[in-house]
């Protein structure tokens, strides 16, 4: 009898510390995984797309994440792109939220840098369908501000409501020259802060700014000075209404002769704005305007106007958005596009509300 119950005994523990064994470690080996997949229908009548007048259809950027829990104090997020070029890794990071000091934390790794409101956003976070042209425009990268780098921030210690963080990156510096492989590192510096107005209505305000090198080898320089603003308006039980708008300041050395390394001074401004609707749950929609200097020529003022519609089917893994914009760039023709887009996700990281 003792030893029935020395046995069962045994076997009760051996059970349980297997299974707060596979419970402690479960994070690491187990990640959770998503995937977002795409269809783009576009008709444009821009003469330089190829496809003026004709409707096109096609399976745009899958993406696939994967991210986990290290420990208590630190997480690892993958994000892998797959389109016509192949599969990419758009973002290998690991966090550290804790065990650094009070309010410090700790980022590195190939990540979309934290300038702004919508660069660090994957593209189908937004309300709309492509972002802003300002952005392409304003900030280096050939697809968004990506890069491997190290970033601290510090969370200061204010009271209140008042949520106020400092960041600073020293990244790789790529994005500024990439037709250059000689390295040339650069930095980005944030402030940002959000609080509530009224208990129920938030407002982020931030201040960027980074500074890298364009041309490794004449030393010239691109420095680039951002400020945002957003705010999520609830007006009733199911209507909210999201205003944002970033203001970006482009100062750039610009190479004139490659044999002396002569150089001129180019300044460039642009902003763009937005209002977005949430209503009936399921439904959002709204406008964005923008405007700004072409990188092709400082003196031109692009312009465009965008309305959007946005369908939930039941919940956030089905999602169908409709877009239109008129883009009017100076001395050329204007530009009229329709898209629709079916998002459909899987996995917890989910095409949610912006």
Request: with cysteine; charged share 15%; net charge negative.
């Amino acid at each position: 009898m003792i030893r029935r119950c020395a046995l069962f005994i045994f076997v009760l523990f051996f059970i349980s510390t297997l299974y707060a064994i596979t419970t402690v470690y479960a994070g690491p080996v187990n990640p959770n995984i998503s995937v977002i997949g795409q269809i783009i229908s576009k008709q444009t009548d821009d003469a330089a797309s190829g496809n003026a007048g004709r409707t096109s259809l096609d399976l745009g950027e899958t993406e696939i994440q994967c991210d986990a829990y290290l420990n208590p104090y630190a997480k690892g997020v993958f994000v892998f792109s797959i389109d016509e070029k192949g599969l990419s890794t758009e973002e290998a990071y690991m966090t550290i939220f804790k065990g650094l000091g009070d309010g410090l934390g700790m980022k590195a790794g190939k990540y979309r840098v934290g300038f702004g409101k919508i660069n660090p956003a994957h593209p189908h976070t937004l309300p709309f369908i492509e972002s802003p042209h300002v952005l392409a425009a304003m900030l280096p990268g050939d697809d968004g501000f990506n890069e491997t780098g190290a970033q601290l921030s510090y969370l200061l210690p204010f009271p209140g409501s008042w949520a106020s963080t400092l960041s600073a990156d020293v990244i790789n510096g790529s994005s500024f020259h990439p037709n250059e492989t000689k390295a040339a590192a650069g930095w980005v510096g944030r402030w940002s802060n959000s609080v509530l107005i009224n208990d129920i209505t938030p407002l982020e305000i931030g201040l960027s700014a980074t500074q890298g090198t364009n041309n490794v080898l004449w030393g010239t320089k691109t420095s680039v000075y951002g400020a945002d603003i957003k705010t999520k308006i609830p007006l009733s039980a199911v209507t909210k209404l999201t205003l944002q708008g970033e203001y970006f300041a482009n100062d750039s050395d610009i190479i004139v002769d490659s044999t002396t390394g002569n150089f001129n001074s180019a300044s460039r401004r642009g902003f763009y704005a937005f209002a977005d609707m949430q209503f009936w749950q399921r439904w959002n929609g709204g406008a964005l305007y923008e405007q700004y200097n072409p990188a092709e020529n400082k003196d031109l003022t692009n312009k465009s106007i965008k309305g959007f519609l946005g369908y939930a089917l039941l919940e956030e893994t089905t999602l169908f958005r409709l877009t239109y914009e008129e883009f009017i760039p100076e001395g050329s023709a204007v530009v009229h596009t329709w898209m629709f887009q079916v998002l459909f996700s899987m996995g917890p990281h989910k095409a949610h509300q912006y």
